[in-house]
């Protein structure tokens, strides 16, 4: 942690130190290898205490429930009755900075494709208790949760008894309440609750066997609702607990921020339990992949459920499951990633590779990645593809005004694991991504962060001055959106060229000016887009790429070309790893230099967005700069041409 973070922890949090969701939270995929499996979420919860759920994501195998005080051996199973499972040994190692998962076919089975959910112990986030039943209706149970309870459940681990479930959304008089492992909606469970919901300090319990047996083991996971305590000063909230009416069409839920991990019920009327994730797929269209708390089924629901950058839509398209009209739900949802980064490393790789002649090759950027350009190297007239998690299995092109399209068969998946860049298989398109041995490739993977960068998805309206909310927490400085239902160029925003001007990703051309595009500068929560088809046809679909300087990891700025040694100073102590240019005043390329294929003092292979040519790999055009990058005598006309502005993207 940076000083100025630590010092404003310390004033902001009684503990001394500022905890994010990253911190308590994580939604990781792995593959089974049947073996020791080190999941490296960097949750810690053999410190702290929690919780991870595990769930085979292609068979009907149960969810697995292991937490830190049960210990890591039994299991719980939200889809059964079923007291405690003793698997004879460890299922699950805790650890400090992630968990293993030990050699059980259920959890680990080689090949297999998982999903774990962390939930680490932490004030104002969640908790995990245990006691004895001792049969005394109004019994209050001590928590940690210090903050409002929004979500609970309790099961009785000694003995087979429904998961009984308490939401703040719901009332609990005449002792209503749910069943975690059934369909039914609120009703009468007489003794349960003592009608009476959690309190900030404590569970309060009635007689019934199910919670409070005379003698019975138990257990409680407790979810908080909206109570702060996180981010940099605090006083930010990363769990709400709430709820809604359904209306048969389409409609938003604000959270006040952006979620990575939902889980929906019907309260008034039987429905399942809906899991949703960003990991595993809640695009903004396509289907997602979701999994049920009460069923041990597979995934893959088609219930249209997409996060926004204040919470989450709810899809016309969606079913009675999730907005049958007049309906009423319940919801738990989870703030996505919100730390600053304070290196390029952590958000940004330039990855080269070859190809695997159509195998399947896994290609890890280490961390999750967000966004990525792909792009053959040796090869003329082949496209860089552009994908993001956002728009689901589908790809755009960087030197096309086309509309988004897919292969015949989904040569990149974000869904196949914690690392992906890409996931390419055999079949249709792979020569782009993944074709002969011979063939050399670079991706660039880019991970959201606040200050850096973000992608925003929306659905245009056709109005003029309208506003769009995003998370980069400071004001873009550069901005890239493409329609993706339709065939119309990349419009292209920068702060160096301001209001009623823009550039286009496809294009060599130097700067337009053209009103109704983006007539009002963004700021640090909403950046604007006019009517222009480009930015806004109304029903049509759109991503937007925002990014902007942070300190020591990427740098957004200009430079005037002076036809020889040109120094560019970014801020940073080790140089650029990835530079991206454009003439602005002037006609030219949109070129992309990286360190995986070479920034150095010799010649540097640099490759062109707008054309579909390879790389020029025989040419001395930048150099390594301690403080950013260096643009040689050489570059001449390409991106030093005396007199001209250059716009560019560097980071570190």
């Known amino acids: 942690m940076s000083l100025s973070k630590a010092l404003t922890a310390a004033a902001g949090n009684a503990a001394g130190e500022s905890l994010y969701v990253e911190d308590v939270f994580s ?23 929690g919780l991870i759920w595990i769930k085979q994501r292609d068979l009907p195998v149960y969810h697995g429930l292991f937490d830190t005080i049960r210990g890591g051996r039994y299991a719980l199973y939200s889809n059964t009755t079923n007291a405690n499972i003793d698997w ?11 968990q293993t998962i030990n050699n059980f076919n259920d959890y680990n089975n080689s090949g297999k494709p998982y999903a774990s959910w962390t939930f680490r112990k932490a004030e104002k986030f969640f908790d995990v208790v ?10 209050a149970v001590p928590h940690n949760l210090n903050g409002t309870a929004g979500f609970a459940v309790v099961k009785r681990t000694d003995s087979g008894t429904n998961w009984e479930a308490q939401h703040r959304s719901i009332d609990l008089s005449s002792n209503k309440g749910l069943y975690l492992n059934l369909t039914d909606g609120v009703n009468t469970h007489n003794n349960v609750w003592n009608s009476t919901h959690a309190t900030s300090t404590d569970l309060i319990l009635g007689n019934h066997s199910d919670v409070n047996g005379v003698g019975g083991s138990y257990v409680a996971y407790l979810f908080a609702h909206d109570a702060g305590g996180f981010g940099d000063d605090g006083s930010e909230s990363i769990i709400k607990c709430g709820s809604y009416t359904g209306n048969g069409g389409s409609q938003e839920i604000n959270l006040g921020f952006e979620p990575q991990w939902v889980m929906v019920k019907r309260s008034n009327s039987t429905g399942f339990w809906h899991m949703f994730d960003v990991m595993r797929g809640m695009p903004v269209e396509g289907n997602n992949s979701g999994l049920t708390a009460n069923t041990s089924n597979a995934e893959g629901e088609a219930y249209k459920l997409n996060p926004t950058s204040t919470g989450f839509e709810i899809r016309s398209e969606a079913t009675t499951e999730i907005n049958a009209n007049g309906s009423t739900y319940i919801y738990i ?8 980064p304070e290196s390029g490393t952590e958000v940004f790789s330039p990855i080269a590779y070859s190809g695997a002649n159509g195998d399947a090759q896994n290609i890890s950027a280490g961390f999750p ?8 190297r040796n090869a003329e007239s082949r496209e860089a593809l552009n994908h993001a998690r956002l728009m689901g299995g589908v790809f755009l092109r960087t030197s096309s005004i086309a509309a988004q399209a897919s292969f015949s068969d989904n040569i990149v998946s974000f869904s196949a694991g914690q690392n992906v860049i890409g996931l390419p298989v055999t079949g249709g398109g792979t020569n782009e991504i993944n074709g002969a041995s011979t063939s050399n490739y670079i991706g ?5 962060a606040p200050g850096f960068f973000d992608v925003v998805a929306y659905t245009g309206d056709g109005t003029s001055s309208r506003s769009l909310n995003h998370n980069l927490g400071v004001t873009p400085e550069l901005m890239i959106i493409k329609q993706r239902s339709a065939a119309r160029s990349w419009a292209v925003y920068s702060s160096a060229t301001g209001t009623g001007k823009f550039l286009k990703l496809e294009d060599t051309a130097g700067v337009v000016t053209q009103s109704g595009i983006f007539d009002t500068a963004p700021t640090s929560s909403v950046f604007t887009v ?8 109304s029903g ?3 991503i937007a790429y925002l990014f902007a300087t942070l300190a020591g990891v990427s740098k957004v700025g200009t430079y005037i070309g002076n036809g020889t040694t040109n120094s560019i100073d970014c801020g940073f102590s080790s140089g650029a790893r990835f530079v991206m240019i454009k003439a602005v005043n002037d006609s030219g390329s949109w070129y992309v230099a990286d360190s995986a294929r070479g920034i150095v003092a010799a010649e540097d292979p640099t490759l062109r967005l707008e054309d579909t040519g390879a790389e020029f790999d025989n040419r001395d055009w930048i150099d390594p700069y301690s403080a950013g990058f260096q643009i040689s005598a050489t570059a001449g006309t390409s991106f030093n041409a005396t007199g001209i502005t250059y716009l560019f993207l560097a980071i570190a």
């Not at 004895?132 to 019994?139: E, H, I, K, M, N």
């Open 540 to 542: 049509g679909t759109y």
């Open 333 to 340: 949802a989870i703030r996505r990633p919100m730390k600053t």
């Open 444 to 448: 660039w993977a880019f991970r959201r």
């Open 130 to 139: 245990t006691y004895t039943g001792d049969g005394v209706a109004g019994r």
């Open 27 to 49: 939604t990781y995929l792995y593959t089974g290898n049947s073996s020791a499996n080190t999941l490296p979420n960097g949750i810690d919860l053999a410190g702290e205490g």
């Open 88 to 98: 004879g040994s460890n299922v699950v190692d805790f650890g400090t900075t992630g």
């Open 530 to 537: 006019d009517s222009n088809t480009y930015v806004n046809i």
């Open 369 to 376: 990645v967000d966004m990525d350009i792909i792009k053959i």
